[in-house]
């Protein structure tokens, strides 16, 4: 499936939740399949963090770029593009094409690096319905998300209840742990406190802090895989040696796993993005205006939702969806859950598993269009 990015330019401001207001901004978005005339047939992907709108196929001019949900999205897949019009957007804030930290500020002609607002999780939701618009769609047939892509989902169906007819929320939480702030709080240190930052101003410097970078991704990695997972995949086995070095290179091969991995994402991920990506994370809970209480704050909903949850998830674990779907039931909401008994931890919403790949696609051969 070969596809196209495009980009949608909004010239209307967006006032977001902290009170600062974007003058303009622009949306990087992708559409696989076609648009029924009946405009019922829709379906938006939001991501999670470090991906993008390029959810599936390739680009005609780089065939091996893949889209990240590739096995999930596409002909005759569980999400199936010859019947649905899936879009893949890009949220604000980003570093892969929709106004971020390195555009240009409008005001100063230069990249916004630290001056680029912090962004929420409902902040995104308003910019996508403004794609909505722009696209002809007055109400998603689904939108789905896994992770923050999740918060998102749910989101959705708060801030547009009409606009949205199903809602699949996949390995998600209602809010964050105080152990998930502080993995991504220390992410953030490692980022802030490399000389390379700058204070957030590194552009002008013509530098990257990388080596902070590569810390946040190490530590976020540890927690999308569950230890069974590490283990079975690289056990205590030793990197091309008989013994240990007795110093502080790789002997393990889980140790230059990481290191791999942090490399290849300080090459191509934005830090500032990172900052406030995190940050979304951080204060998305829905409940807080309701003195925590879950079940007022999801009154507003009319989806129908399907939430999906993993067994080794220990990031976003089930029982954070069984509180969503909890809430969701005291409402009398019409929710279905599903419990995938999986070894790959929070990544498990990404992975090949029959059983869930065949929940989705049934989910999706049930939907009217």
């Known amino acids: 499936m070969i596809v196209t990015p495009q980009k949608a330019r909004f010239s209307d401001p967006l006032k977001l939740t902290s009170g600062a207001v974007l003058p303009e901004f622009e949306i990087a978005y992708e559409t696989y399949g076609t648009l029924n005339a009946a405009r019922s ?11 993008s709108h390029h959810v599936a196929g390739t680009y005609a001019d780089d065939p091996d770029n893949v889209g990240w949900w ?22 604000l804030g980003s570093c892969f094409g929709s ?8 005001a100063s002609g230069k990249p916004w690096g630290a001056d680029f607002p912090v962004v929420t999780v409902e902040d995104w939701v308003q910019a996508q319905a403004r794609l909505a618009d722009r696209l002809g769609i007055e109400r998603f047939a689904a939108v789905i998300g896994g992770s923050l892509g999740a918060m998102q989902a749910l989101q959705w169906t708060l801030s547009f209840p009409e606009r949205v007819r199903h809602s699949i929320v996949i390995a998600a939480t209602p809010k964050l742990s105080a152990q998930n702030i502080a993995f991504n709080e220390v992410a953030r240190q490692a980022i802030m406190t490399d000389p390379d930052f700058h204070g957030g101003h590194y552009y002008e410097k013509g530098v990257v802090p990388r080596r902070g970078l590569r810390i946040a991704r190490m530590i976020g990695h540890i927690t999308y895989l569950s230890n069974d997972a590490m283990m079975e995949k690289f056990g205590r086995l030793l990197r091309g040696k008989t013994g240990v070095g007795f110093d502080f290179d790789v002997d393990f091969e889980i140790e230059s796993y990481l290191r791999y991995q942090g ?5 191509y991920f934005d830090a500032n993005t990172y900052l406030r990506i995190t940050k979304a994370l951080d204060y ?11 079940t007022k704050a999801l009154a507003r909903a009319k989806a129908a939702f399907l939430v999906v949850s993993f067994t080794s998830d220990w990031r976003f674990t089930p029982q954070r969806s069984r509180e969503i779907v909890r809430a969701l039931l005291d409402n009398r909401r019409i929710v279905s859950y599903l419990e995938i008994n999986a070894p790959h931890g929070h990544d498990a919403f990404l992975m090949d598993d029959a059983h869930y790949h065949g929940a989705l696609r049934a989910y999706f051969e049930n939907i009217e269009r």
């Not at 938006?44 to 470090?50: E, G, K, P, R, Y």
């Not at 019947?83 to 957007?89: D, L, Q, S, T």
């Not at 998305?284 to 879950?294: I, K, S, T, V």
């Open 41 to 51: 047939n829709a379906v938006l992907i939001c991501h999670a963090l470090n991906a």
């Open 263 to 267: 490399d290849k994402f300080a090459s």
């Open 284 to 294: 998305y809970d829905p409940a807080a205006e309701y003195g925590g209480d879950l």
């Open 70 to 91: 590739d096995n999930m999205v596409g002909p005759g897949k569980p999400l199936d593009t010859d019947r649905f019009f899936v879009i893949g957007n890009n949220y």
């Open 99 to 106: 106004t971020g930290p390195a555009s240009v500020n409008p």
